[in-house]
Nanobody, 125 residues
Framework: VQLQASGGGLVQAGGSLRLFCAAS????????VGWFRQAPGKEREFVAT????????YYADSVKDRFTISRDNNKNTVYLQMNRLKPDDTAVYYC???????????????????WGLGTQVTVSS
């Protein structure tokens, strides 16, 4: 599976962006796909995940009620809709996927086997 993240950019605080994670490869609908982010000088952190085969969605507390993860398996694409953006959301955003991710490890970036290049999101105050 190859992943390509896109949709990043510069936005003012309070604005919105939509990120895209396009995947190649078969059986994408079965994969768990997550978004992670890394700000300068900080560790990579979990943002959101959507399970395969109609499974659930999970969010970091810091983005809950502002971000929404969804997927279109016909287009092999996972989306991250980001609303009410804050300067603290500034980071490089990465999408990652894995065929099987146990629920207790779903927020751990080490649980994801495939990674795409990141897309920069900058939120100005």
């Amino acid at each position: 599976v190859q992943l390509q993240a896109s949709g990043g950019g510069l936005v003012q605080a309070g604005g919105s962006l939509r990120l895209f994670c396009a995947a190649s490869g078969q059986s994408f609908r079965t994969y768990t796909v997550g978004w992670f982010r890394q700000a300068p000088g900080k560790e990579r952190e979990f943002v959101a995940t959507i399970r395969g085969n109609g499974g659930g969605t999970y969010y970091a507390d810091s983005v809950k009620d502002r971000f929404t993860i969804s997927r279109d398996n016909n287009k092999n694409t996972v989306y991250l809709q980001m609303n009410r953006l804050k300067p603290d959301d500034t980071a490089v955003y990465y999408c990652a996927a894995s065929r099987q991710v146990i629920l207790s490890s779903i927020r751990n970036f080490g649980s994801y086997y495939y990674w795409g290049l990141g897309t920069q999101v900058t939120v100005s105050s």
